[in-house]
């Protein structure tokens, strides 16, 4: 008899990490969002009205995007008619962030007619969840943010960079 013995298990492709987290892919298949990337964003956004896109983040990273994917419909309840939902799938987040500005997951991203209105960080208390809900559906389009440095014409003063 051999000192050897071979034993013999069945073997198993790895199991694949799902691009999209089934909490926010329910957001899509149960609770009416629309999947948007940064391709179909503007089209989507000029459908008009108010439109809340969730960049949910990696669920191992920031859990609490996940929490955000089940607060999002409630949301959208307690303020009937007021705003479509929009989710980004994981691997098309980074370029919709830097589009917008977004630093931080998860974010919710608010347009308003195709624009730019805010963007809302993190998880919050309900009651402070709903309240800065409602200010960002208030207020008014602007500019999304940039990386942080202005831009400055060479021209603007008359003198160069020395």
């Known amino acids: 008899m051999s000192t050897e013995s071979l034993l013999s298990l069945p073997v198993q492709a790895p199991k694949s990490v799902p691009d999209t987290s089934p909490l926010v892919s329910r957001l899509a298949e149960s609770c009416g969002a629309t999947w948007v990337d940064a391709d179909t964003l503007d089209a989507w956004a000029a459908e008009g009205g108010d439109r809340v896109v969730l960049l949910a983040g990696d669920p191992v990273r920031h859990p609490e995007g996940l929490d955000v994917a089940v607060v999002l419909p409630e ?11 929009g989710v980004v799938r994981r691997h098309n987040e980074e370029a919709v962030a830097r589009r917008y ?9 608010f347009l308003r007619d195709g624009q730019y209105v805010t963007t809302l960080p993190g998880m919050h208390d309900w009651d402070v969840f709903l309240r800065k809900t409602e200010e960002a559906l208030a207020a008014p389009v602007s500019r999304p943010p940039g990386i942080g440095i202005p831009l400055v014409s060479a021209a603007a003063d008359g003198a160069g960079c020395h």
């Open 75 to 85: 949301l959208q309840r307690s303020l009937p008619g007021s705003f479509a939902i």
């Open 101 to 109: 500005g977004a630093q931080r997951w998860p974010t919710l991203l």
